[in-house]
């Protein structure tokens, strides 16, 4: 199957500041998206982006789908406690599957 | 609107044991997919439904197998349990209508135990 590689794999952040983590792959992707999971739930989907050099925001959150069409970004600006959790970016060549990253940890120091 | 929803929340099972992972939703979906997620890593797709009476493989299907005889369910079978299928198993659906397909909303999940 596909590889993604997220980075960094865990972060411990101040509140307050920005956070970026990024996702990479060898193949070329038509679909990025990145989700958000806590502790014993599903994820969540933050954003979805379909064209390369694309820049979607979500409230705080900015994703971009890199011009390469092998990567992508994501950044959280100005964190907060509730930020906490496992960010998961997913990738999607053709068809119907989507193959996921392994997750960045993220822990917002108050 | 419950959305996604997956029964058990817990199971423990023995070597050579079978059971099925109920998945329903009620937002009238036409895609589905069923999720592995091992511990500290990403999801892994085994099986997905673009409709009734529709299946295919995802990335790991071997040991699994799946049915969707209604829009709203999509039950998942293991048939022979070993402990390699330990594992926190999601559950998803999507639209599969653009412009909002991708948007895959996940059940709680299932904890599988295989002893």
């Known amino acids: 199957g596909q590889q993604l590689n997220q980075s960094p794999q865990s972060m411990f952040i101040q509140e307050g500041e920005d956070v970026s983590m990024n996702c990479t792959s060898s193949s070329i992707f038509n679909t990025w998206l990145w989700y958000k999971q806590e502790p014993g739930e599903g994820p969540v989907l933050l954003i979805a982006l379909y064209k390369a050099g694309e820049l979607t925001s979500n409230g705080r959150l900015t994703a971009q789908f890199g011009i390469t069409r092998k990567d992508s970004f994501l950044n959280i600006s100005a964190s907060i406690p509730s930020d906490v959790g496992i960010y998961f970016c997913a990738g999607k060549i053709t068809g119907n599957q989507f193959y996921f990253g392994t997750g960045t940890s993220l822990t917002v120091i108050p | 609107n419950a959305g996604v929803t997956q029964t058990p929340k817990f199971r423990i099972l023995k070597i050579g044991q079978s059971m099925t992972l109920q998945c329903t939703q009620d937002m009238n979906h036409n895609y589905m997919y069923w999720y592995r997620q091992d511990p500290g890593m990403g999801l892994k797709l085994i099986y997905y439904s673009v409709g009734a009476g529709i299946t295919d493989k995802g990335e790991v299907p071997n040991g699994y197998n799946v049915s969707r005889s209604t829009t709203e369910d999509f039950p998942l079978r293991l048939e022979l349990a070993a402990p390699s299928q330990t594992s926190v198993y999601f559950c998803?659906?999507?639209?599969?209508?653009?412009?909002?397909?991708?948007?895959?909303?996940f059940g709680p999940g299932t904890r599988l135990l295989v002893l």
């Open positions: 998803a659906s999507a639209p599969g209508r653009d412009p909002y397909q991708e948007t895959q909303y």
